[in-house]
């Protein structure tokens, strides 16, 4: 089932929402995201820094794993919000992303969205087409398909 | 004020829920984690695996992550649950809750539990006594200390 | 000036011997990868795993700390290496050599080669189109273009 | 063997020299680290950051990968050099280091010290008394023992 402008308009509520409690002492900027599930839950997330330079995380990491956390692994779309500009996930949160893709063989849609309500929408085969696989785990991620 | 024996109780139950939603496929081990803030909120955190070797996250990060998320940054304590051995959190993990002590200057208290609620407390300061600080961020971390 | 194949031979060569000293616990999978650049020096690299799951490194990105410890900046193109497929840099790979590209505004050549000399190239702007540039750090990453 | 002076200033040299080439946009501070394997070889690391906040890099990390893409997993002693202060590795390399003494069992050396030679030396089980060691992979960690 395609994304629903509903659907678009509730993740980006729950994007500013969360994206006012960026933990920002490094960056400049605060980000919220949002991960909708295919059973209608929508997690938030904002970016983190880290005083050590490989400790920090990005929004679409914090509401990804605010999902799992929550037994929810099948991710139908994320989005990211910005005040004036479209930013899409950078190339380590649609990696990321790829797992869920290679969990749920569902092509996560990705939206870049601003706070007046505009938004681009992409798939994930089309923002990182050489997205990497693990035919070692393949096995293992599938089994949480079916798991909630 | 002391962790009491009630707010670990109340730790061990959410890490234990947390726990069942871990997602791993290269890790044997399922680990749940609970953060405590000094207001009395408490949040759960799962380990997960990444299929890039890189993005993978403890159980603690989850957990810190989600309270930073809802907007906490005043952690009194974390705690670690498993089946049959005390485990403290790793050094990776002491460092991330380092810089919440860099922002409350609250020595964070540590609990190795298991699920029988058998457990050992000790503070930061004494797992990671070289904790490494960031004096250069310093006066940003601290102005979390009265955000909420 | 593009890639020759003499070049890519000298990559290659510097992938599978470094791909040797893979140092792997938890991934069934060994990878090579060396990076070129613009003044003609390879560095190579291996992926090392981590006990702590955010603690692992792909091979990509051993070989361009590799070549920034060693003071170069300025990279024409990365490659990796596998027995019988074409894999190309993982997403946060794409993502981190994307630093470089901002640095020195080269689109870096990307190579997926086989041992047996087979490769196929395409530019990292052709398999991430949407990397994420940080436009606060741009001034300061260029700083770095005419350094050596 | 115990840590000679000898070996301590081979360690410093390493580590300031390439402390130089730190890739910095966004820490205010540059780092120095070399590591000393058994066998008698440094290698040396300095610190990178990320434009994505989970992409950086200690320079004892830096180092470390360094040593393992050479070959080299028998790590006798690690060095951080700082202008005016005794600066020990964070939570997260102290941990990484872990992983080195699981192969060998060798109590890793972990020296702090000034550019003008002025030095502390402890051991990395004092600094980090509860590391998380791996029980499931220790197995295949311990077979790099013998390896070169």
């Known amino acids: ?44 997330g904002c970016n983190i820094d880290g005083v050590i330079s490989s400790q920090g995380s990005c929004a679409e990491v914090v509401a990804l794993n605010n999902a799992v956390a ?3 692994y099948n991710i139908k779309a994320i989005l990211v919000i910005d005040e004036n500009e479209f930013v899409f996930p950078c190339g380590s949160c649609l990696q990321y992303l790829g797992q869920f893709f290679q969990t749920t063989n569902i092509d996560i849609e990705v939206v870049a969205a601003k706070v007046n309500g505009e938004c681009k929408v992409k798939k994930l085969s089309q923002l990182l087409p050489t997205l990497y696989l693990s035919s070692s785990f393949d096995f293992k991620l599938k089994k949480y398909r079916n798991k909630k």
Chains 1, 2, 3, 4 share one sequence.
Request: proline fraction near 2%.
């Open 70 to 72: 929550n037994g929810k």
């Open 1 to 44: 089932m395609p994304l629903t402008k509903d659907e678009i308009n509730l993740m980006i509520k729950t994007a500013i929402e969360t994206e006012k409690n960026a933990f920002l002492f490094k960056s400049k900027h605060a980000f919220g995201s949002a991960v909708l599930t295919t059973d209608g839950n929508i997690y938030g």
